[in-house]
C-alpha cells in the first residue's frame, strides 16, 4: 500500500488534461533496443510479401515479446493483411507504432481515453484462462477462442459429464448416451446471422472440449453394437455402418427425411456446407473500426491538498501481457460534502497515466466517484473511506504512473507520481500472483463475470489496502498460480498448497490442500478462500501461502501481512453503487 502526502509534486498533466478525454503523447520510446537486422535500410519503396513461407520466416525471426504479442494476445482478432504488414516492420519502433494503432483503430469511442475494445480483449483472455484451461491455457482452446472472439454467449446448455440424450429427428431419433458437451447461443452473431449455435465435445473427458461441426460426435455409444440406436436402426431399417460412410461430414444417424432424399442430413441449417460456412465465420477476426486520436499534452505544477491511498496487483493474461488492478482509497473526512435538500453530496475527477520512462503514453484513465449520504448517515459516513479500482493489461517493463484525484465540490487536489515496475510471468517455470488480501469477496452472477471494479473473472475481489479487518468481518484470500505441468495421460496436474498463519514465532494455522480438492487440473489454478474472523484474537499475523508442483518439483510462494482488530459498530456506507467502508 502507498499513501500519497501533502508535498508538491511536478508533473505533466494539464487543466486540460485532468478531466478532459483522449490523451496521448508523441515521445517515442528510446528505451527499445533494435537487433541488427532492426537496423537494416529498405533501398526504395517496400512491396507487400504475401508468401506463406516468408512470412513463417519472418515470425520466427521476431524478437520475443512481439512474437508472443503476434502469436499469444491478438491471433484471433488480427486481420491477414495486418499480420503480413506487421512482419515485414524493419524497427522496434515502427512494431511499437504499429501495436498503438493496431488499438486505436478498434476503439469504439476514440473521443475518450479508455479503449474499451482493448480492456474487454484483454479480459476475455483472462477469463478464458481461468475457466477454459484443460491441460493447455485456456486462451489456446476452442472454447476460448470463441470466447475471445466474440464474448460469453446469450445461453450455455452445459453437460459436463454426459448422460441420455434424447436424439431430435433430424439426427435419427432415439436414445443415447453422451461424452461431456456442451451448446453455446449466440442470439446474433454480426456477419454470420441470428441464433448461431456452436457444439463443443470432451470425447476424452478430460476438459479438452473442442468445437465440433458434427452432431454424432458427441455419441458415446456410436461404436457400441447395439446400444444407442436411432428410430430406423432399431427398426432393421439401418445399421451404424451407414453412420460413417455419409458424405455430408456428419456421423450423425440417417433420419426418415435423409432416406426420402429431403436433405443431405436430414435439416438444411445442419446440412455439410453450412456447417462449414459457420464453422469458418466464427473463426475469423472480426470486422476492424478505423478510428483517429486526438493527442494532447501540457504540463503544470500542483501542490497535494487530498491524501490517498493506493496498491497495485499483477495477474497474468498471456505469457507477454499483466492484468494490473489499480486500487484508490480515499477517507470520506477527505472529501468536501455539499447540502441539497437533505442530501449530502461529494464528486471527486480521478485521472490516471500510465507511460514509459521515456514519456511515450501506453494508458490513460479517468472517472467519478461520487458519494451521497443523507443528513443522518453523514457524521458516521465520514469515519469510513471510499474506494476505486480501474484493471489496465500492460506488458512487462519499467512505467511511471501519475495519478490526479480533484474534489469538484473545494477545487482540492490530490498526485501521486510513481514507478510502477511490471515483471514478466514466465511461461516455463511455476510462478504466481499478487496476493490479494479483502475485506469483500463473493461469486458474481454470469451476466457480470469479468464486469466492473473489483471482478476477477467470475469473483468480486476488493482489497483491504490497510491490511487491518475487524473481529466482525471476513478476511478473502485470493491467489493464482500459473505454469503448473500437466500429466501426458491424466490432463490433471499435481500440485499441493501449503496455507500457514503465524503470529511471531507462533504457528496459529497450518492446511494442506492438493488439486483434487480444489477441483482445478489446468496448468493455472486460482486459490479463493473467505476465512470468518469471529474466533480470531486481535494481533497482527503473517500469511504464506506455497504452492509445489509435484510433477516439475518447482515451488513458489507469496505472504502478506494482516491484522485483526476488535470487533465495532458497522460503520460500512455504500451509496449509488459506489463502493465504499
Given at each position: ?12 498533466l ?22 541488427p ?29 512481439y512474437?508472443?504479442w ?7 482478432i488480427?486481420?491477414d ?12 519502433e515502427?512494431?511499437?507504432?504499429f501495436?498503438?494503432?493496431?488499438w486505436?483503430?478498434r476503439d ?17 483472455i ?6 477454459f484451461a ?12 470463441i470466447?475471445?472472439?466474440?464474448g460469453p454467449?446469450?445461453?450455455i ?29 449466440y ?9 448461431i449455435i ?21 455419441d ?29 461430414g456428419?456421423t ?14 436430414g435439416?438444411?441449417?445442419q446440412?455439410?456446407f ?78 490516471a ?12 484513465f ?25 484493471a ?15 474534489d ?19 511461461d516455463?517455470?511455476l ?7 479483502a ?13 466492473g ?16 479487518f475487524?473481529g ?7 491467489l ?27 504457528v ?24 470468518p ?6 494481533g497482527k ?40 467502508r
Amino acid at each position: 500500500m502507498k499513501r500519497v502526502g501533502r508535498t508538491p509534486f511536478l508533473i505533466l498533466l494539464g487543466g486540460a488534461l485532468l478531466f478532459s478525454f483522449g490523451a496521448r503523447a508523441h515521445a517515442q520510446d528510446a528505451d527499445k533496443q533494435d537487433t541488427p537486422a532492426d537496423k537494416q535500410q529498405d533501398s526504395g519503396k517496400k512491396k507487400t510479401d504475401k508468401n506463406p513461407k516468408n512470412l513463417r520466416k519472418l515470425e520466427k525471426e521476431l524478437a520475443t515479446p512481439y512474437k508472443k504479442w503476434l502469436q499469444e494476445e491478438v491471433p484471433y482478432i488480427i486481420s491477414d493483411e495486418e499480420r503480413s504488414a506487421f512482419l515485414q516492420l524493419q524497427t522496434n519502433e515502427e512494431r511499437e507504432q504499429f501495436i498503438e494503432a493496431f488499438w486505436q483503430r478498434r476503439d469504439p469511442t476514440p473521443d475518450t481515453v479508455e479503449n474499451e475494445f482493448k480492456e474487454e480483449h484483454y479480459r476475455r483472455i483472462a477469463y478464458a484462462n481461468e475457466r477454459f484451461a484443460s491441460g493447455i491455457p485456456g486462451w489456446k482452446t476452442d472454447r476460448g477462442r470463441i470466447y475471445i472472439i466474440w464474448g460469453p454467449p446469450d445461453e450455455i446448455e452445459a453437460h459436463p459429464t454426459g448422460g441420455l440424450y434424447n436424439r431430435p429427428s433430424e439426427e435419427g431419433g432415439g436414445s443415447t448416451t453422451t461424452y461431456p458437451y456442451e451448446d453455446w447461443r449466440y442470439r446474433y452473431m454480426e456477419g454470420i446471422g441470428n441464433n448461431i449455435i456452436i457444439e463443443f465435445v470432451d470425447t476424452t473427458s478430460t476438459g479438452e472440449y473442442h468445437m465440433s461441426m458434427d452432431p454424432g460426435e458427441k455419441d458415446a455409444l456410436a461404436k457400441v453394437p447395439g446400444a444407442g440406436l436411432s428410430d430406423l436402426e432399431a427398426m432393421g431399417m439401418s445399421d451404424k455402418s451407414a453412420r460413417f460412410s455419409r458424405t455430408d461430414g456428419s456421423t450423425a444417424p440417417l433420419s426418415l427425411m435423409d432416406t426420402q432424399g429431403q436433405s443431405s442430413s436430414g435439416l438444411s441449417s445442419q446440412n455439410e456446407f453450412n456447417r462449414l460456412e459457420q464453422f469458418a465465420k466464427v473463426q475469423a477476426p472480426p470486422p476492424v473500426k478505423f478510428k483517429d486520436l486526438e493527442e494532447v499534452v501540457s504540463s503544470r505544477i500542483l501542490r497535494n491538498q487530498i491524501s490517498f491511498d493506493y496498491r497495485y496487483d499483477f495477474l497474468r493474461i498471456t505469457g507477454d501481457t499483466i492484468l494490473v488492478p489499480v486500487t484508490v482509497q480515499i477517507q470520506n473526512k477527505q472529501m468536501t460534502f455539499k447540502d441539497r435538500d437533505g442530501v449530502n453530496s461529494a464528486t471527486l475527477n480521478l485521472f490516471a497515466r500510465i507511460s514509459t520512462l521515456t514519456g511515450r503514453v501506453v494508458q490513460t484513465f479517468e472517472d467519478v466517484i461520487q458519494r451521497d449520504f443523507p443528513d443522518s448517515l453523514l457524521e458516521p459516513s465520514l469515519k469510513g473511506f471510499s474506494i476505486y479500482q480501474k484493471a489496465v493489461p500492460l506488458r512487462p517493463g519499467l512505467y511511471k504512473m501519475d495519478m490526479v484525484i480533484k474534489d469538484v465540490n473545494s477545487g482540492n487536489v490530490g498526485v501521486v507520481n510513481t514507478r510502477l515496475a511490471v515483471s514478466p510471468i514466465p511461461d516455463d517455470k511455476l510462478d504466481a500472483s499478487s496476493l490479494i488480501l479483502a475485506d469483500q469477496m463473493e461469486p458474481v452472477s454470469s451476466k457480470d463475470v469479468g464486469v466492473g471494479q473489483f471482478v476477477l473473472g467470475s469473483t468480486k475481489v476488493r482489497p483491504k489496502l490497510d491490511g487491518e479487518f475487524r473481529g466482525d468481518q471476513i478476511l478473502g484470500i485470493y491467489l493464482q498460480f500459473y505454469n503448473l505441468k500437466v500429466d501426458d495421460k491424466t490432463h490433471k496436474n499435481n500440485m499441493t498448497l501449503d496455507i500457514k498463519v503465524t503470529q511471531g514465532q507462533q504457528v496459529v494455522s497450518h492446511d494442506v490442500k492438493t488439486g483434487e480438492q480444489l477441483q482445478q487440473n489446468g496448468e493455472q489454478i486460482t486459490f479463493q478462500q473467505v476465512v470468518p474472523l469471529k474466533t480470531v484474537p486481535p494481533g497482527k499475523y503473517k500469511l504464506e501461502i506455497q504452492a509445489t508442483d509435484l510433477i516439475a518439483n518447482q515451488t513458489v510462494s507469496r505472504t502478506a501481512d494482516f491484522t485483526v482488530l476488535p470487533a465495532a459498530a458497522n460503520n460500512n456506507v455504500t451509496a449509488n453503487g459506489v463502493p465504499g467502508r
